[in-house]
């Protein structure tokens, strides 16, 4: 798998940095909602709550031949989930945050149905890299006695626990959670695999929607048997140049 990810990756770099003539180029802009499913040994699959957000990027149509294109791009995404929950005596606030480069590869066909009007469909890897992935909780009441009032993040990459301005609790009990927590990281990297449907408006916009699913297990270093990968739906808006 590695190996497959390497070489994709070189792949995508030679695609969207040399642009041949007959390519159009433009810019996408689209609506994002992601989710995880996990699994572990000996238990059936669940999934976490979903997370919503946005992805930008610029985007090239290559024509191949007839109506075969291939549409290397590269993509900035932000997605967040947020909750709270009230115990007795303190409030918990909680925010997971991830930013994200990913560059799709897809092959498109597209059915022109007028000049101005095509129905298109798409399938193909998209390379993914995480840029940061965090979880930050807010508390703010009494804990076990003590007046506490802060945030706490959660660095879903490294591993670690930091404290942001949290009365309460000493920087020596963070280091102490962080020493004895189990290390769940995740894994920056993935790969996805999936399609989806587009209009070609007026030769020069684009309306498009699909779905991805993760192949690679997210979670790093386990090796209990468990699995995390990532599903997300989207629709997006672009115009070519």
Do not use: W
């Amino acid at each position: 798998m590695k190996n497959v990810f390497k070489f994709a990756a070189m792949l995508a770099g030679c695609l969207v940095m040399s642009v041949p003539l007959s390519a159009k180029s433009g810019v996408d802009l689209g609506y994002l909602n992601s989710s995880y499913r996990s699994k572990a040994e000996g238990s059936g699959v669940s999934g976490s709550e979903p997370m919503n957000g946005f992805f930008v990027g610029v985007a090239n149509d290559i024509r191949l031949f007839a109506g075969l294109s291939i549409q290397p791009g590269l993509y900035y995404s932000y997605l967040n989930s947020s909750g709270s929950e009230e115990e007795i005596g303190f409030k918990v606030s909680d925010s997971y945050t991830e930013h994200m480069l990913s560059v799709p590869i897809h092959f498109k066909y597209t059915f022109d149905i007028v000049p101005m009007f095509g129905i298109n469909i798409f399938v193909g890897p998209t390379l993914s890299f995480g840029l940061a992935a965090n979880n930050k909780m807010t508390v703010t009441g009494d804990v076990a006695g003590n007046n506490v009032n802060g945030s706490v993040t959660y660095n879903a990459y490294s591993g670690k626990f930091k404290s942001e301005n949290l009365s309460g609790i000493s920087d020596q009990i963070i280091e102490t959670i962080n020493r004895n927590m189990p290390q769940n990281r995740m894994n920056r990297f993935d790969v996805l695999m999936g399609g989806g449907v587009g209009l070609d408006l007026l030769r020069f916009i684009t309306v498009k929607g699909g779905f991805d699913y993760g192949l690679m297990n997210r979670l790093k270093d386990d090796d209990s048997g468990s699995s995390l990968n990532r599903l997300q739906y989207y629709i997006s808006i672009g115009v070519r140049f």
